[in-house]
């Protein structure tokens, strides 16, 4: 299996130099990594740019849900909500890369000169492959190629490049995904260098990585009954799990067997000694919990 080349991260470690890409399943994964992005820069000093036709305060993390008084920032400069006419669309309305360039080298250097200490940059392409008249994909893939050489190099400039991943097919995905760096995701719900849930979306659920341990039981208990609370069915990928004991074990079937007698709770990418213990405890018959898939192809990370 090949090693992916690119970086992932959360959105809170997101630094100038990195071209980051975001393909989302719908609006709450969308909202939860822009929405952190836009407000940390707004918190620290640094401008935000967003190109798109919504208004300011429909914007993730904008707006009076938040308490973050969007026309304040737009006096100072701060914050910068550009239409899409403005920034990227040539006189008949086409989508034209060589002025979105343009437009984020202004921004860019208008910002040294504003005294903001790096800027942060964000646009949704879904319009571009979903709408009549959008553009191809040779297009969207010359012009992300051509804001990596932008923004890789800088030392003020960070990026992500948002899509719904439903927009286009998923060769084209992969495709537009490759001209990236960087993956960025959700802020983990629980990361203290020993174990680190996050939250998925498409399956919805959560990536259980680490080690799952008796001091760690209560935090992976609330989060579990979080989630399966939200949404279900709840999908866990234990792709990277390095270890789980039994009373992690029992609270997995605790939790299965508190389910309606028509749901299941879903393990994903079982670890073979993972899946041994189950099947040694016979917790694999419950009617609760229900094997998953396999771990899949390293293509796909970021897409799925």
């Given at each position: ?11 809170k ?11 989302y399943?719908?609006f ?5 990594v822009?929405?952190p992005f ?6 620290t000093?640094?401008?935000?740019v967003y190109?798109?036709?919504a208004p ?5 993390g904008?707006g ?9 920032y737009?006096?100072?400069g701060?914050l910068?909500?550009i239409?899409r006419?403005?920034?990227?669309l040539?006189r ?12 984020i ?11 903001f ?5 964000t646009?949704d ?8 008249g ?6 969207m893939?010359?012009?992300?190629h051509?804001v ?7 030392t ?10 439903h ?5 084209e995905l992969i ?5 990236h ?18 939250r998925?979306?498409?399956?919805n659920?959560?990536r ?5 341990d ?9 989060k ?24 992690g074990?029992?609270?997995l ?7 309606p ?9 079982l ?6 213990v189950i099947?040694?405890?016979?917790w694999?018959?419950l009617?609760?919990?229900?094997r ?13």
């Amino acid at each position: 299996m090949e090693t992916p080349w690119f970086a992932k991260r959360p959105v809170k470690d997101i630094r100038p130099g990195d071209h980051s890409w975001l393909a989302y399943s719908g609006f709450e994964e969308r909202d939860r990594v822009i929405g952190p992005f836009v407000r940390e820069g707004l918190d620290t000093n640094e401008k935000v740019v967003y190109v798109t036709d919504a208004p300011a305060e429909h914007l993730p993390g904008l707006g009076p849900r938040h308490r973050v008084d969007v026309h304040a920032y737009s006096r100072t400069g701060q914050l910068r909500v550009i239409s899409r006419r403005d920034a990227c669309l040539d006189r008949r309305g086409g989508f034209e890369p060589a002025r979105m360039l343009e437009t984020i080298g202004q921004e860019v250097d208008a910002a040294f000169g504003e005294g903001f200490r790096a800027v942060r940059l964000t646009t949704d392409y879904s319009w571009l492959l979903s709408e009549p008249g959008g553009s191809d994909i040779a297009e969207m893939l010359g012009c992300e190629h051509r804001v990596g050489d932008a923004v890789s190099p800088s030392t003020m400039a960070m990026a992500i490049c948002q899509i719904d991943r439903h927009a286009c097919p998923h060769d084209e995905l992969i495709a537009l995904r490759d001209t990236h760096e960087v993956l960025v995701e959700v802020n983990p719900e629980f990361d203290d260098g020993i174990l680190k849930i996050v939250r998925t979306f498409e399956p919805n659920g959560l990536r259980v990585e680490g080690e799952l341990d008796a001091a760690r039981h209560q935090v992976f208990a609330e989060k579990l009954a979080q989630v399966c609370l939200a949404r279900r069915p709840v999908h866990l990928d234990f792709a990277d799990l390095g270890f789980i004991d039994l009373g992690g074990l029992n609270l997995l079937a605790q939790q299965a067997t508190g389910l309606p007698a028509d749901e299941a709770l879903v393990l994903d990418h079982l670890p073979a000694d993972v899946e041994n213990v189950i099947e040694m405890v016979g917790w694999h018959r419950l009617p609760g919990l229900e094997r998953g898939r396999e771990r899949a192809f390293t293509e796909t990370e970021g897409i799925a």
